[in-house]
């Protein structure tokens, strides 16, 4: 398995291994390692698939996008802070309190899915996915409107075609990220 020969050669070089303290994702895993593992996520699950360090700042800079509005929500400096970044800032700290995966949904009502990895006690980042919509829940075109400042027709005519996700494709999603992580922390 390509993760697991990453693995073995990222923790030849952990910083335990080497006399240093701080563990960084990347000493668990190399970048290309961590893309594969987002590209894995969005190819089974279509989802935006992210890896977050600490400082919730992604480490691969991979972007495949689940929907067309995601694009232009990011895109948007005002759309990345107040409806992307607070989102990812909360369910991110809420599975760092919590130490479990966390589900979600931002401010633009697509779901968010947040595992955080641990490696005994330190907290190194987050693996997740979002830009899909539960069945029961619907896109905020207006909030997007008021935030982005862009025609609501057009966000509207963005959402149609945002794909679903079942609650039990979700569990399915946890699981699955929850083996990548076990498979590269053990």
Known sequence: ?????????????????????????????????????????????????????????????????????????????????????????????????????????CDAGLIKVSVPIFVGDQFLGVVGGCGRTFDHSEVESFLIHKVLEVDEENIEQLARDIPRITESDVDRLISYIQEQITTITD
């Not at 020969?5 to 390692?33: I, N, Y």
């Not at 990011?74 to 599975?95: D, P, Q, S």
């Open 1 to 105: 398995m390509f993760v697991r020969d990453l693995r073995d050669e990222a923790v030849r070089s952990r910083p335990e291994a080497q006399g240093r303290m701080a563990m960084k994702l990347t000493d668990l895993l190399p970048v290309e390692g961590w893309k594969t593992i987002e590209e894995q996520i969005h190819n089974k699950f279509g989802l935006n698939a992210y890896v977050y360090d600490t400082e919730g700042i992604s480490i691969t800079n991979s972007k495949k996008w689940a929907n067309q509005l995601c694009p232009l929500i990011k895109a948007n400096e005002k759309g990345l802070a107040f409806i992307c970044a607070v989102a990812n800032r909360n369910l991110a700290n809420e599975a760092i309190r919590k130490k479990r995966p966390i589900i979600g949904e």
